[in-house]
């Protein structure tokens, strides 16, 4: 089940795409051949007019079939006799809905739910963030110089410095502060009994959140809302400590005290390494707020542009390689991260929040990717009508169809290496 409604989710927000160039056309009295939903050999089809609607058999996104599109035209009504801005703003149309519709989710959730803002809530009192003199009720304002506009922003950047020391900028009581903060290095390739914390640091954060079924905490009798107070003969208070002692332990068969119910219970468990990359904590929480439709609005749009600013630093990171190729993620991997959200929600209600969520996080990613200049998204064909522009002479579509092919190639390869990054996580756990 949680597969099927990760998929639809992408097809959903795959065909949102499609018909933003789908809607645009027709306004634009552009005759569309074919407007398809899922890819692959056709199951059934209707026709209706000049356009054939038709649902394929492989349930992944969805494409708009165009008169004048891939091959020259001379039907008045085809795409390659409209003029340029026409042209441009059929293409833009499919990146642009996915924006708009993100933002009308985020807008919907967080009218729902309430939003988070970047006043910190609570501070761990033993991370070197409150060793720098931050505290709770500081509002951060920027990260190693770097404006934040939401919680998110501060992990991206994070990641982007590799943990190193970072100035962060706050309010407090209407005055700006500057602070150095040293993140605490959570270290790749670390050892774990396969649970995840109720809390990531301080009080509570030594109580299991969840616990992997195939983990060997799980299969040694460890269970959600155990509280771990003993590892071997050390006793632990929280996450962190639990950290330090399974890295000096190496893995190690290790025997877990846990207070359960106010009983205390032993089980004995051999770590497993995790293959994750490095990861960067500066022991803080967020306070959420749920203001007026205003401010909900207003909230929104700033969600919108962090995230995507936070893909365009992606982007510039993974070519420079900052960031490694085997960070890439594809449709596996997008499905699997959805289908988690679905699995771990308690209640409908948190599975529709959390699916929702990341649909919007995720069509805002679609959107400007498309508009991305490579050759067969919808960035590389507006660069080619600017360059039509300048030249004042069009590109033959046969051309066009050209280039778009080579970029296919490309993509395909790209998706084959991505969806190999993705099962190699799912296998291996990293």
Do not use: C
Request: proline letters at 5%; zero cysteines.
């Amino acid at each position: 089940m949680q597969t099927i409604v990760a998929i639809l989710t992408l097809s959903f927000l795959i065909i949102i795409h499609e018909f933003g160039h789908f809607i645009v056309a027709k306004l634009s009295d552009i005759k569309v051949l074919e407007f398809s939903l899922f890819m692959g050999p056709k199951l059934f089809s209707v026709q209706k007019g000049e356009t054939q609607y038709s649902v394929r058999l492989i349930p992944l996104g969805g494409y708009v079939k165009m008169e004048g599109e891939e091959a020259a035209s001379e039907d008045e009504r085809a795409y390659n006799k409209k003029p340029l801005r026409v042209r441009a703003s059929v293409l833009a149309a499919g990146p642009l809905m996915n924006i708009i519709s993100a933002i009308i989710i985020i807008v919907l959730l967080s009218s729902l739910t309430g939003y988070s803002t970047t006043r910190i809530e609570v501070i761990d009192t033993t991370s070197q963030t409150y060793e720098a003199g931050i505290r709770e009720g500081d509002e951060i304002v920027s990260f190693d110089n770097k404006r934040v506009f939401h919680p998110a922003d501060i992990y991206l950047f994070l990641f982007g410095t590799k943990g190193k020391p970072a100035e962060i900028e706050v309010i407090r009581n209407g005055e700006k502060k500057t602070f150095t903060v040293y993140p605490e290095v959570i270290p790749k390739n670390r050892f774990i009994i396969g649970f995840t914390p109720k809390k990531s640091f301080g009080e509570e954060s030594n109580i299991i959140g969840n616990i992997d079924p195939e983990s060997p905490g799980y299969k040694a009798g460890l269970r959600q809302g155990d509280k771990i107070v003993k590892l071997n003969d050390t006793p632990v208070d929280n996450n962190r400590e639990i950290r330090e002692f399974m890295n000096r332990n190496s893995g190690q068969t290790v025997k877990v005290t846990v207070d359960r119910d106010g009983q205390e219970l032993q089980f004995e468990t051999v770590p497993i390494t995790d293959l994750n990359e490095e990861q960067y904590d500066i022991g803080i929480y967020f306070a959420r707020a749920k203001g007026n439709f205003i401010e909900t609005i207003r909230y929104s749009f700033r969600y919108a542009y962090s995230v995507a600013r936070n893909v365009m630093y992606s982007i510039i990171w993974l070519i420079t390689g900052r960031v490694s190729l085997s960070q890439l993620s594809g449709p596996i991997g997008i499905v699997g991260v959805i289908g988690d959200v679905v699995e771990q929600s308690p209640t409908f209600f948190d599975k529709f929040i959390g699916v929702f969520s990341l649909a919007s996080f995720i069509s805002i990613n679609l959107g400007l990717v498309n508009l991305v200049p490579f050759p067969a998204l919808d960035g590389s064909k507006l660069l080619l009508l600017a360059v039509e522009g300048i030249r004042k002479k069009p590109i033959p579509p046969e051309k066009e169809a050209f280039i778009s092919f080579i970029g296919f190639i490309f993509l395909i390869i790209l998706m084959i290496f991505s969806t190999y990054n993705d099962i190699l996580r799912r296998v291996t756990g990293g």
